[in-house]
């Protein structure tokens, strides 16, 4: 049987006696006549590398800038740290509940600011816009939790990526090899993963 490439192809024996002016390639102590598509799957694995090489530069990046504004961040971090208030306000149908999206807005400047011109993930974005920009009216105590909802479950994912941030931040050297759940949400977040 005839070896194979790496993608799966079948070479075809090429007899070293015979000449044929095409390319061939010596294989495991045969020549060999290179499969058709070869070259390209070549230049694909190498636009997977290039691609991957990207990708571990910028998650690189990512780190060393968490760790250089991880003071900053845990800072933000322990401003943040009123869920038992907000929730309670929720519960409590108090307009401060809407204290919610100023912690909201500036968790996510902060985690924007680690990683500028990268989108943020489609889905925390529609979240996190859904969750802020409104003003309390006295109407909203009719659609409480249509109005406060989003508001609260934006601020809970903003805090949970900033808490990973910091907690990665300090615990990581490097970018791991295998990844704790953790750093692999804060890479879907700025679509690294």
């Known amino acids: 049987m005839p070896p194979l490439l790496d993608a799966g192809r079948r070479l075809r024996l090429v ?18 006549r290179r499969a058709p598509g070869a070259a390209m799957e070549t230049a694909r694995t190498r636009q997977v590398e290039v691609a991957e090489a990207a990708r571990a530069r910028r998650i690189a990046t990512l780190l060393r800038r968490i760790k250089a504004r991880l003071p900053e961040l845990d800072e933000l971090l322990e401003s943040t740290d009123d869920v038992e208030d907000l929730v309670y306000r929720f519960y409590h149908q108090s307009f401060k509940v809407y204290f919610a999206q100023d912690h909201t807005r500036r968790v996510v400047a902060a985690l924007g600011r680690l990683l500028p011109g990268v989108p943020i993930n489609e889905w925390f974005a529609q979240i996190t ?18 109005v406060t909802r989003p508001q609260l479950e934006a601020f809970f994912h903003a805090r949970y ?32 993963r």
């Open 161 to 192: 990526f900033l808490q990973q941030v910091c907690r990665y931040g300090r615990e990581l050297d490097e970018p791991p090899e295998v990844m704790p759940f953790g750093w692999a949400a804060v890479l879907y977040l700025y679509g690294l």
């Open 15 to 32: 007899k070293p006696a015979k000449k044929t002016g095409r390319r061939s390639v010596r294989k495991q102590g045969h020549m060999v």
């Open 129 to 146: 816009a859904e969750g802020t920009g409104r003003r309390f009216t006295s109407s909203d105590n009719e659609r409480w939790l249509e």
